[in-house]
């Protein structure tokens, strides 16, 4: 759903500019309350995963693919304020270097796939967890309808943001009508992913998934027949250590490196729901080219390799590691920002103290 230079005209992709950096500036202070020592990596890896997992268009329809767009994953994952540090941190990797998703549209991308989707998935995820037994499997429930919810979601932000400034004359019923369509069903594929991603991490590390924080799973006993909750004392242990996310960080690069360096060459070439709907509708008749699309990595191949498995498998570990240092960085700076605050909170009343 990467929005290029020329749908939206330049007063609205300027007002969305704002609202999107609105939102990053708040993201960045609330991302101070949720990354810590353990976390703060974690969310760079967020950051390349989804990456990765962007390049694997899925078919959903008849010549149509969709793709991953992530918000409900790194909300869940990492928080929502650090969700949409995230995805932000995705797309302008994506803009700058692989000429994916405009730069004068970057604020409506980051608004509609990153905002938009946070917002809708978290929500929806947080109101089921207060209805659903606390048990991991209602957080991997929880995670897949969010995620399914969130994708349309944000076609119907779009058609709004289309209908106010979009640059040719098309309809509004007409598109928010093909456009939520055919979101519906790469919802499907969203919520598989998500909730296949939150599943497997909390598994095996539950303290690191955020939405699931506070929750915990007792163990059972038989008594007659019947299982009933282990007495408290007798409650899981802490996993096994959790004091380290090492071997997560690894596997989780590891195989974010695969997907994007391997795996991406089997995804479907066929256009994403956006493409499909803006060729179907005419939506793309003043679409711009793209101001990076003379760079190296331009459209997620490596300039003159000729091979197309290598120079795309090469664009993917380029992408996924320049998105994990990126991010890393982002967020390692945001955690030092809190420890800083924390500290001057911690020290300002002894020295009022000794003042005195």
């Known amino acids: 759903m990467h929005v290029p230079d020329g749908f939206i005209n330049a007063p609205v992709s300027v007002a969305a500019g704002v609202v999107a950096a609105a939102a990053v ?26 990456f990765a997992v962007q390049m694997l268009n899925f078919p959903v329809a008849a010549g ?28 302008l990797m994506q803009g700058i270097l692989f000429a994916d998703g405009g730069l004068t549209a970057l604020g409506v991308n980051v608004t509609v796939m990153g905002v938009v989707t946070v917002v809708v998935a978290y929500a929806i995820f947080r109101g089921l967890l207060r209805i659903l037994p606390s048990t991991r499997r209602s957080v991997t429930v929880a995670a897949f309808t969010g995620a399914l919810l969130s994708v349309p979601a944000a076609a119907a932000a779009f058609t709004a943001v289309y209908a106010v400034g979009g640059t040719t004359d098309v309809p509004i019923g007409k598109v ?3 456009m939520v369509g055919v979101h519906v069903l790469i919802g499907i594929g969203e919520a598989a992913i998500t909730a296949a991603t939150v599943g497997a991490v909390i598994a095996v590390r539950p303290d690191l998934v955020h939405g699931a924080r506070g929750m915990t799973t007792r163990l059972k006993l038989r008594v007659d027949g019947a299982l009933v909750d282990a007495p408290a004392a007798a409650a899981a242990p802490a996993p096994a250590g959790a004091g380290s996310t090492r071997k997560v960080w690894v596997t989780g690069l590891v195989t974010a490196l695969v997907l994007a360096g391997f795996v991406s060459f089997y995804a479907s070439a066929d256009p994403d729901g956006l493409e499909k709907v803006a060729a179907d509708k005419g939506i793309d008749e003043k679409v711009e080219e793209h101001a990076a699309a003379n760079s190296p990595l331009a459209d997620y191949g490596v300039k003159d390799v000729d091979d197309a498995r290598l120079s795309g498998g090469l664009a993917g570990v380029i992408g996924v590691g320049v998105t994990v240092v990126a991010g890393t960085g982002i967020f390692w700076a945001v955690r030092r920002r809190r420890t800083e605050d924390l500290t001057a909170t911690s020290t300002a009343p002894a020295t009022s103290a000794s003042a005195g």
């Not at 202070?29 to 976390?39: F, H, I, K, Q, Y």
């Open 176 to 178: 928010i009508t093909a």
């Open 25 to 50: 500036a708040v993201s960045l202070r609330g991302a101070r309350r949720e990354l810590d020592e353990r976390t703060a990596p974690l969310a760079g890896l967020v950051a390349a995963f989804i």
């Open 64 to 91: 149509t693919s969709g793709h991953l767009l992530g918000g409900a994953l790194a909300a869940i994952l990492v928080g929502p304020y650090t969700g949409v540090l995230c995805v932000s941190v995705v797309l």
